[in-house]
């Protein structure tokens, strides 16, 4: 049926056809998959838990692991003065300590224990704890379920049908070239790098709903009627490491560079005694405003 159709079309036209025809598909399956998900969204009840999600639990399902969660409330503990940078880049308690939550006093319970440490060691023992454990275990069920309902997989299947066909209008081409002795590179090149494309985004829809469409709904919906303004960890949901303390950054990159730190204690004479004082609000590593 389309042997008439691909000897009239010469190159470079055919290319042009082809990548016009993949991105207008591309462009309608997003505006589909949307729809589609936004429609699953809506059969969930009005006073299901999926409208009743903490920050933590939103962190894990927009960034895939419970570390970024950690990392958030860490940083909390180092803004209000509970937890201390140190100089060589390890990590203590101050003396004065401010707890939010149960997942805030199992770090200061576990930093306590541990002493001064290194960061990587203190995030290592904290991804064991029930605490944490527990939201990962939660919504990696909610992911699950999303993820084997009918809705999903019927997308899924749909989404797979259109990039098979146009991957096979591609194939049927390089075909036609081949018995013909024609030139087939660019065709080639360009099927080749469309499968990686369709396996790459067939991966991403089956986590779509868990890391866009669910935090944008809290994002435009509900946390617009919260008052959110003062809380540390949705404001951490909400612009992600923009809100983290500079003196941070390098600990959660493992990036021990002296000239990527601004802490308390980068003088020895200020390392412990500026912790819970008055003058440590004024430097990033230990609890500025």
Same mark, same amino acid.
């Given at each position: $049926?389309?042997?008439?159709?691909?000897?009239?079309?010469?190159?470079?036209?055919?290319?042009?056809?082809?990548?016009?025809?993949?991105?207008?598909?591309?462009?309608?399956?997003?505006?589909?998959?949307?729809?589609?998900?936004?429609?699953?969204?809506?059969?969930?009840?009005?006073?299901?838990?999926?409208?009743?999600? &903490?920050?933590?639990?939103?962190?894990?399902?927009?960034?895939?692991?419970?570390?970024? #969660?950690?990392?958030?409330?860490?940083?909390?503990?180092?803004?209000?003065?509970?937890?201390?940078?140190? #100089?060589?880049?390890?990590?203590?308690?101050?003396?004065?300590?401010?707890?939010?939550?149960?997942?805030?006093?199992?770090?200061?319970?576990?930093?306590?224990?541990?002493?001064?440490?290194?960061?990587?060691?203190?995030?290592?023992?904290?991804?064991?704890?029930?605490?944490?454990?527990?939201?990962?275990?939660?919504?990696?069920?909610?992911?699950?379920?999303?993820?084997?309902?009918?809705?999903?997989?019927?997308?899924?299947?749909?989404?797979?049908?259109?990039?098979?066909?146009?991957? $096979?209008?591609?194939?049927?081409?390089?075909?036609?070239?081949?018995?013909?002795?024609?030139?087939?590179?660019?065709?080639?090149?360009?099927?080749?790098?469309?499968?990686?494309? $369709?396996?790459?985004?067939?991966?991403?829809?089956?986590?779509?709903?868990?890391?866009?469409?669910?935090?944008?709904?809290?994002?435009?919906?509900?946390?617009?009627?919260?008052?959110?303004?003062?809380?540390?960890?949705? &404001?951490?949901?909400?612009?992600?490491? #923009?809100?983290?303390?500079?003196?941070?950054?390098?600990?959660?990159?493992?990036?021990?560079?002296?000239?990527?730190?601004?802490?308390?204690?980068?003088?020895?004479?200020?390392?412990?005694?500026?912790?819970?004082?008055?003058?440590?609000?004024?430097?990033?590593?230990?609890?500025?405003?």
């Amino acid at each position: $049926m389309l042997k008439p159709v691909y000897f009239s079309i010469k190159n470079p036209d055919f290319i042009l056809l082809y990548l016009g025809l993949i991105i207008i598909s591309v462009v309608f399956l997003q505006w589909f998959n949307g729809r589609k998900f936004q429609k699953t969204i809506n059969l969930f009840h009005q006073d299901s838990f999926v409208f009743d999600l &903490n920050s933590y639990e939103l962190i894990y399902l927009k960034n895939g692991n419970i570390s970024s #969660a950690i990392n958030g409330s860490i940083c909390e503990l180092i803004d209000n003065g509970s937890i201390k940078i140190n #100089a060589d880049k390890t990590i203590s308690t101050c003396e004065l300590t401010v707890i939010q939550s149960r997942e805030q006093q199992q770090i200061m319970d576990l930093l306590n224990q541990l002493g001064k440490t290194s960061y990587s060691n203190f995030l290592a023992q904290l991804l064991l704890k029930p605490v944490f454990l527990n939201i990962a275990k939660s919504m990696n069920s909610l992911k699950k379920y999303v993820t084997r309902s009918k809705i999903l997989s019927n997308l899924f299947v749909l989404n797979f049908i259109v990039f098979l066909s146009l991957i $096979m209008f591609g194939f049927l081409r390089i075909a036609t070239g081949i018995l013909h002795e024609k030139p087939i590179f660019q065709i080639s090149f360009i099927v080749i790098l469309l499968t990686f494309f $369709m396996i790459g985004y067939l991966f991403r829809l089956t986590n779509l709903f868990n890391i866009k469409f669910l935090p944008d709904v809290y994002k435009k919906v509900i946390l617009t009627k919260k008052e959110i303004k003062d809380d540390w960890q949705w &404001n951490y949901f909400l612009m992600g490491t #923009a809100v983290l303390t500079t003196s941070f950054i390098p600990l959660t990159h493992r990036n021990i560079s002296d000239g990527s730190s601004n802490t308390c204690g980068t003088s020895s004479s200020s390392s412990y005694s500026s912790c819970g004082g008055s003058s440590c609000s004024s430097c990033g590593g230990c609890g500025g405003d």
